[in-house]
């Protein structure tokens, strides 16, 4: 996998051995696809691309209800929402927001806390989720939290469908064995693949 180090030295070669002019050009050509870029993510319809996301959201049978949209400069801000599955409570969250970043696009989820009818099987309480894509990483989303159960990481390949993840249990989630009976217990903690 190529850093961002080795593509910029790539780069910096590749305008040496071109000569001024075409340069120059390149230069010109980069600045203004930046510039395009960010006007595209600054002046986006956050709402409409919101609630298409939604839709395809409840299209995997996920729905996201009750909560204040607030856009911003760079992306959108959930607060106070409502989360089901297939028709059934799992949560609520005080802030979601999504945002994308040049090459990234984030969504951070704050103030998780899941429905007390799962207590049994998992801590209430999720402080942060972050979720994050890269073009520097295309076939990756990086997944991280942390909260009442412990510390979490993990990533899903986009290509094969896979979910990775490890969890460094807290003590109240290590109490918690009907979820861990579905993870691999390791050195460092517990693993899940699929």
């Avoid at 980069?30 to 986006?44: G, V």
């Avoid at 297939?86 to 998780?112: A, C």
Wanted: hydrophobic share 45%; proline share 3%.
């Amino acid at each position: 996998m190529f850093k961002l180090k080795d593509i910029l030295m790539l780069l910096l070669n590749r305008f040496k051995e071109l000569g001024d002019i075409q340069a120059n050009k390149a230069v010109r050509f980069f600045l203004y696809t930046i510039l395009i870029l960010f006007f595209l993510i600054f002046f986006a319809p956050k709402e409409q691309l919101y609630f298409y996301l939604e839709q395809k959201l409840q299209d995997n049978k996920i729905v996201i209800y009750q909560e204040k949209v607030q856009p911003t400069n760079i992306g959108i801000v959930l607060k106070d929402g409502l989360i089901s599955y297939n028709k059934i409570f799992i949560g609520l969250f005080s802030d979601l927001s999504i945002g994308s970043y040049w090459f990234k696009t984030n969504i951070t989820i704050n103030n998780f806390f899941i429905d007390k009818d799962y207590k049994f099987f998992m801590p209430s309480k999720i402080d942060k989720i972050d979720i994050s894509h890269s073009l520097l990483n295309p076939l990756n989303v990086i997944i991280v939290a942390s909260g009442e159960f412990g510390k979490l990481n993990g990533s899903y390949d986009l290509i094969s469908n896979k979910l990775k993840l490890n969890l460094t249990p807290s003590e109240t989630m290590k109490t918690k064995k009907e979820l861990l009976k579905f993870m691999l217990k390791t050195k460092d903690g517990y693993k899940y693949e699929k």
